[in-house]
């Protein structure tokens, strides 16, 4: 019974780590196979440890440049996402006008809608328009589905702002820019920050809407998707490693500085 009771005291404990467990593995195998050398063209199984990818990441073509492709697409989509996604989520929780109920609902379409219709209907759009596919119509289309994630997490952040606060900040004489520079924007902050990144991981990682209004144009995922019909190089898991660890590493040093500054203000 000792055993059980132990159980139960850890139970919630055990089934978090197994699920991190879970969905980690997926990362885990990508790191081991970074450092395989398999002997045909797809790295699929393991043959022999080998860093020589790690030493030369760009040693596929065009590997690296889809990739640079894709970091511009998802820096611009994220920018544009986030500025006009603050201003929307400001406007529909601070401002009555008419429609707005309408437009409360069409932003959560996007998020509601399969990616394979809004990338045909977005395609239709183009080839009317007279548009060439390419840079351009990628960023437009993912600034167009990133925009309803900004909203969502910027407008729910406002909702919760306590208005007291910026009628403080006018009665001690703040002008309405100062008031959103020092009490508006600092508050919003996580929300922004939130919908900006959850963009730019949207962004970089589309292939759906991505693969159809490209044209000729080749991002990363889209690479990824064609190395994997003909043999899959080792260098994918090594830029997919890095990614990972990136995002690790901005994660811990995000948490160090809230840690840190919650010690400051205590």
């Not at 020092?182 to 990682?205: E, M, N, W």
Request: proline share 5%; aromatic share 12%.
């Amino acid at each position: 019974m000792p055993f059980v009771n132990w159980l139960k005291r850890r139970l919630v404990v055990i089934a978090g780590l197994l699920t991190l467990a879970y969905l980690l593995l997926p990362n885990v195998i990508v790191t081991v196979f970074s450092f395989n050398k398999p002997k045909g063209r797809f790295n699929y199984a393991w043959q022999h440890f080998s860093a020589g990818a790690w030493q030369d990441p760009c040693g596929v073509a065009d590997l690296c440049g889809s990739l640079s492709l894709s970091l511009q697409i998802a820096v611009w989509a994220t920018l544009g996402a986030t500025v006009l996604g603050t201003m929307i989520a400001f406007a529909l929780v601070r401002y009555r006008f008419r429609a707005r109920g309408a437009v409360n609902s069409l932003i959560f379409l996007p998020m509601a809608m399969p990616e394979v219709v809004m990338a045909a209907s977005l395609l239709t759009l183009f080839l009317n328009m007279g548009a060439q596919l390419g840079f351009w119509t990628i960023l437009i289309a993912h600034i167009m589905f990133c925009l309803s994630f900004v909203v969502t997490a910027v407008k729910a952040r406002v909702m919760s702002m306590d208005p007291r606060l910026e009628e403080a900040a006018r009665d001690l004489y703040a002008g309405p820019v100062q008031t959103f520079a020092r009490v508006t924007l600092p508050i919003a902050a996580p929300g922004i920050a939130a919908g900006a990144l959850l963009s730019f991981a949207l962004s970089f990682d589309d292939f759906i809407i991505t693969n159809f209004n490209a044209g000729s144009t080749v991002t990363f995922p889209m690479f990824v998707w064609g190395s994997a019909q003909r043999g899959t190089p080792v260098q994918i898991n090594v830029i997919g490693t890095a990614m990972f660890l990136v995002a690790v590493l901005f994660v811990l040093a995000s948490m160090a500085v809230g840690n840190r500054r919650n010690r400051q203000q205590a």
